[in-house]
């Protein structure tokens, strides 16, 4: 059974860094590309990140470019997003998934997600 | 990039009703479409993909249909468990591999209790 579970979230700062993790189990990690999704308050979904099977591509919403970073580490099946020079608006619940091929096609499993609050 | 509209943003129905929500792209994705049902606090759960390909396990009352730009989600008999935000999301990317096209989501429909 695929298990995806966020951590990381919390209160910070405007301007401000957090990394967020996703611990996988329940499938080949390194045969899949992973995605970074978000929903702010009261709004709906946004497409945030991906990274291919192999971390060798990584593609970005325009709204978080230069700013977010998506990695993996396949050793331990984890996927990662480090957030920095973060706003007020990217306040938002931050969904990991899994990507139904290594390459990137639809989103087949997703996480519960985790809170992250921009505020001072 | 590809902009997907999604109607309507709510909905109000009864439990057994005929439910239809549609998504727009302004061009083609071909059948690259996929639904999805968000409940609070819940992980988002696949329902459909490519257009009109039911998930293992999801009920049968749930349906897709369309190509090209305009697609449907169906949902035959409303249930209680139903009652839910259903959102749309694309994903054609490959065809502009080189010059890249972002994964983008329809804005919501919300299925209430009438």
């Known amino acids: 059974q695929v298990q995806l579970m966020e951590s990381g979230g919390g209160v910070v700062q405007p301007g401000g860094s957090l990394r967020l993790s996703c611990a996988t189990s329940?499938?080949?990690?390194?045969?899949?590309?992973m995605h970074w999704v978000r929903q702010a308050p009261g709004k709906g979904l946004e497409w945030v990140a991906f990274?291919?099977?192999?971390?060798?591509?990584?593609y970005y919403a325009d709204s978080v470019k230069g700013r977010f970073t998506i990695s993996r580490d396949n050793s331990k099946s984890t996927l990662f997003l480090q957030m920095d020079s973060l706003r007020a608006d990217d306040t938002a619940v931050y969904y990991c998934?899994?990507?139904?091929?290594?390459?990137?096609?639809?989103?087949?499993?997703w996480g519960q997600g985790t809170l992250v609050t921009v505020s001072s | 990039d590809t902009q997907m509209t999604q109607s309507p943003s709510t909905l109000s129905a009864s439990v057994g009703d005929r439910v239809t929500i549609t998504c727009r792209a302004n061009q083609s994705i071909n059948n690259l479409l996929a639904w999805y049902q968000v409940k609070p606090g819940k992980a988002p759960n696949l329902l459909i993909y490519d257009a009109s390909s039911l998930k293992r396990g999801v009920p049968s009352r749930f349906s897709g249909s369309g190509a090209g730009t305009e697609f449907t989600l169906t949902i035959s008999s409303l249930q209680p468990d139903d009652f839910a935000t259903y959102y749309c999301l694309q994903y054609n990317t490959y065809s502009q591999y080189n010059t890249y096209s972002p994964w983008t989501f329809g804005q919501g429909t919300t299925v209430a209790i009438k």
């Open positions: 990274i291919h099977y192999n971390t060798n591509n990584k």
């Open positions: 329940g499938f080949t990690f390194d045969f899949y590309g």
């Open positions: 998934a899994k990507d139904q091929s290594g390459y990137g096609y639809y989103l087949d499993s």
